[in-house]
C-alpha cells in the first residue's frame, strides 16, 4: 500500500472512531444526569483508574501503553467537561 | 438504564475505540517508514489539517466540534511521536 492508499484507510477509521467517541459522549451524558438526580460527584477517581486500566489491558499495541493513556486522560477530561457543562 | 449499566456500555465502547486507534496506529506507522524511504518529512501540516476538517464534518455530536477536535489534537500529537520513535 502506498501512502495515500493508508490515508485513505485512517479516514475511514476516522470515520468510525468518531462515532464511538460520539457514543460514550452519549453515554457519559446520560451518566452525568443520573449522577446529578441521585447528588452524587461528577470526580470519581476510581472509576477512572478502572476506565485507564481496562484500557490498558485491552490495548493489542503496537502503541506503548503509555501513549494510549494519554490518549485515554483527554478522552475523560473531555467527557468530564460534558458532564460539568449540562449541571444546571 | 442505571449507571452501571450506562458503565458497562461504556467499557464495551471502549475495547472497540481501543482497537480502532491500535489500527490507526499500525497506518501511521506504515505511512512513517514509507516517509523515512521517501525522505518526506513526518510533520505534514496541510495533511493534519485535513485528518481535523474530516473528523470535524463526520461530528454527529453531543461533543461540540471543539472538545471533539481537542481529543484528535492528542491522537494526532502521538501518532507523530510513533512516527518518529521509529526513525533509525
Given at each position: 500500500m502506498d501512502i495515500p492508499?493508508?490515508?485513505s484507510k485512517i479516514d475511514?477509521?476516522?470515520e468510525q472512531i468518531v462515532q464511538l467517541?460520539?457514543?460514550r459522549a452519549q453515554a457519559a451524558?446520560?451518566?452525568g444526569d443520573l449522577k446529578r438526580t441521585a447528588?452524587?460527584?461528577v470526580y470519581e477517581p476510581s472509576r477512572e483508574q478502572?476506565?485507564?486500566n481496562h484500557v490498558r489491558a485491552a490495548n493489542p499495541g503496537p502503541l506503548p501503553d503509555a501513549e494510549l493513556l494519554h490518549i485515554y486522560e483527554r478522552i475523560i477530561d473531555v467527557m468530564r467537561?460534558?458532564?460539568r457543562r449540562d449541571e444546571k
Amino acid at each position: 500500500m502506498d501512502i495515500p492508499a493508508w490515508r485513505s484507510k485512517i479516514d475511514s477509521l476516522d470515520e468510525q472512531i468518531v462515532q464511538l467517541i460520539s457514543q460514550r459522549a452519549q453515554a457519559a451524558k446520560a451518566i452525568g444526569d443520573l449522577k446529578r438526580t441521585a447528588n452524587l460527584p461528577v470526580y470519581e477517581p476510581s472509576r477512572e483508574q478502572h476506565v485507564l486500566n481496562h484500557v490498558r489491558a485491552a490495548n493489542p499495541g503496537p502503541l506503548p501503553d503509555a501513549e494510549l493513556l494519554h490518549i485515554y486522560e483527554r478522552i475523560i477530561d473531555v467527557m468530564r467537561t460534558l458532564q460539568r457543562r449540562d449541571e444546571k
